[in-house]
RNA sequence: CGGGGUGUAGCGUAGCCCGGUAUCGCGCCACAUUUGGGAUGUGGAGGUCGUAGGUUCGAAUCCUGCCACCCCGACCA
């Protein structure tokens, strides 16, 4: 197990092995670096699909699914790409094992595929190789498709939720007849990733381009959105990419446009991963555990009753029920944590560790008063309110802690952006509070590699808002037009 | 793949230098008392000491190989 993955010292094993553990096949280094995602991390997940998903039908997309396997020669067809990816593929070379008569279980050599088949390290390739087929007119245009997958890179080294070597995803692929119209469809997913981060997840990010040393393998150009975690390092929460031309010529996936003439489509990629529980967990938890903002807690409020008597426990059940029901009726995911296993201080702590934004408590005193005790977990204060109007109090008090939860992520954000005239303030903020540094950059792919072997600092990105200025590289003091954004990243 | 470190019960560890079948805490099981912030007491269960070999009367401990994990590099969503 690994310690915390927040970098701040303490050993989060405790409460993160509530959601995840890494595989323990110790002797089995083909799982090296894959995650068990135990059921209340994968009820985080599959609410991050759920508001996704939606979002991507809004936008006019349909999921599909596409093979696992990928023959290794369609990687050999877009030269950037493979070069990006060749060094962490996973290849399947056989399809047979035998006993070797001595009962040990070997690869049967025998059963040596006659084209070895790589297992996907992202499905542009595949992918593009079936739109070929899909596609002869611009009327069979855009293809507007999402695939929920699992992907796998053979990364040297493994970081649990950030990069481990088999992860959970999704990922976009269109197809467009107009350059301007697939570059707006990257930049629209790219909108639907940061809405989703900031008003989900309450992450705030910083959307952005990338430099040319920092794109993805096969683009044009890549758009993303930038996080901060709260030990002062960066995160790529999300990426979307305007491919041009390239994969469609790779794939010779061409169409006849309206005025007659045959034109290779233009083509767009974007994804998010499971990597977003990492950034949900390094933005918002404290030393009590996870801090689940409540638009994505799979469990928005529990409820903790304390009794000594049955007829106690009965008193608090019936009131329990009626005051669920009516929580369901709001869309509120209520859990009513009445184990007779467990004392009340035990469940408090559970349920705080396991990041629930809300949690009622109610024993006797409070029947007796017509109170419940609430605890919010985003700030731990606690409040006694009358149990009229309960209902409504707790569905405003959970957009309140949303905002809350938000807001504190966004000042510590913004707080930690820091602009920068020379390189020696460079390295000081960089090796002091941390952060996102704002500096002029004389747009060389040579300068940013020579800051990143002495500082370890690269371009997270060119923000899509960045204002025109004159200015100085920091560190050639050749001329700059604008500023762009370093840190350290994960 | 290079540098460093570590493998002892489900988890975290002591013991290793100086060889004699393993310590403590958490957790687990039973019972009792408890129950408004991670209960307490008593009793109990649980170990191929990463793995293979070597030295030795005897190895968690010494030697060699291998494996895995962690940290730092290179690489990366």
């Known amino acids: 197990m690994s310690k915390g993955i927040t970098s701040r010292g303490e050993d989060y094993s405790q409460?993160?092995?509530?959601?995840?553990?890494?595989a323990d096949l110790a002797e089995h280094s083909a799982v090296r670096g894959c995650m068990?995602?135990?059921?209340?991390?994968?009820?985080?997940?599959?609410?991050?699909?759920?508001?996704?998903?939606?979002?991507?039908?809004?936008?006019?997309h349909s999921n599909a699914y596409f093979p696992l396997f990928i023959p290794k020669s369609f990687f050999s067809k877009e030269a950037s790409h493979v070069e990006g990816f060749a060094t962490e593929c996973a290849v399947v070379t056989h399809y047979r094992l035998k006993n070797d008569g001595t009962g040990n279980i070997i690869v049967d050599e025998e059963a040596k595929l006659e084209e070895e088949l790589i297992v996907r390290p992202t499905s542009e390739t595949i992918i593009w190789n079936t739109y070929r087929g899909w596609v002869e007119s611009y009327r069979d245009l855009p293809i507007l498709v999402n695939q929920w997958a699992n992907v796998v890179r053979w990364e040297m080294r493994t970081r649990l939720f950030l990069r481990t070597a088999e992860f959970l995803w999704q990922e976009g692929h269109t197809a467009h007849a107009t350059e301007a119209e697939a570059i707006e469809e990257a930049e629209r997913m790219l909108d639907v990733y940061?809405?989703?981060a900031e008003g989900t997840l309450a992450v705030p990010v910083i959307r952005g381009r990338k430099t040319e040393n920092e794109r993805f393998a096969g683009a044009?150009?890549?758009?993303?959105?930038?996080?901060?975690?709260?030990?002062?390092?960066?995160?790529?929460?999300?990426?979307?990419?305007f491919l041009g031309q390239n994969f469609a010529k790779a794939f010779d996936v061409k169409f006849t446009s309206?005025?007659?003439?045959?034109?290779?489509?233009?083509?767009?990629?974007?994804?998010?991963?499971?990597?977003?529980?990492?950034?949900?967990?390094?933005?918002?938890?404290d030393d009590q555990g996870l801090v689940l903002p409540p638009k994505l807690a799979p469990i928005q409020i529990v409820i903790v009753p304390i009794f000594r008597t049955e007829e106690e426990k009965q008193a608090?059940?019936?009131?329990?029920?009626?005051?669920?029901?009516?929580?369901k009726g709001r869309d509120i995911s209520v859990k009513y944590d009445d184990r007779d296993t467990q004392r009340p201080g035990f469940k408090f702590a559970e349920w705080e560790l396991k990041g629930v934004p809300l949690r009622i408590a109610l024993g006797a005193r409070d029947m007796a008063n017509g109170?419940?005790?609430?605890?919010?977990?985003?700030?731990?204060?606690?409040?006694?309110?009358?149990?009229?109007g309960l209902a409504d109090y707790v569905v405003a008090l959970l957009d309140e802690i949303q905002e809350a939860i938000y807001t504190k992520a966004l000042t510590f954000r913004d707080e930690h952006i820091t602009p920068v005239e020379s390189y020696?303030?460079?390295?000081?903020?960089?090796?002091?509070?941390?952060?996102?540094?704002?500096?002029?950059?004389?747009?060389?792919?040579?300068?940013?590699?020579?800051?990143?072997?002495?500082?370890?600092?690269?371009i997270r990105c060119i923000p899509l808002d960045v204002k025109e200025e004159e200015g100085i590289c920091i560190f050639t003091g050749k001329p700059s037009r604008h500023r762009v954004l370093f840190a350290k990243a994960y």
């Open 15 to 22: 409460w993160y092995n509530d959601l995840v553990v890494k």
């Open 316 to 327: 608090i059940d019936n009131y329990v029920d009626a005051l669920s029901s009516e929580l």
């Open 371 to 388: 109170t419940v005790e609430l605890a919010r977990r985003d700030n731990q204060t606690k409040e006694t309110v009358s149990q009229e």
């Open 220 to 241: 044009l150009d890549t758009y993303c959105i930038e996080a901060l975690m709260q030990d002062g390092k960066a995160l790529q929460a999300g990426t979307s990419h």
């Open 258 to 285: 309206k005025e007659g003439k045959l034109d290779h489509v233009w083509a767009t990629s974007w994804g998010v991963s499971t990597r977003l529980m990492g950034a949900l967990i390094m933005a918002h938890s």
């Open 424 to 458: 020696d303030e460079f390295k000081s903020v960089l090796d002091g509070k941390g952060g996102f540094v704002s500096c002029h950059w004389d747009g060389t792919v040579e300068t940013e590699k020579r800051v990143k072997e002495e500082t370890k600092a690269t």
């Open 36 to 60: 068990v995602i135990k059921p209340y991390g994968y009820a985080i997940w599959e609410r991050m699909q759920a508001v996704l998903d939606k979002r991507f039908k809004e936008t006019g």
């Open 194 to 196: 940061a809405e989703f």
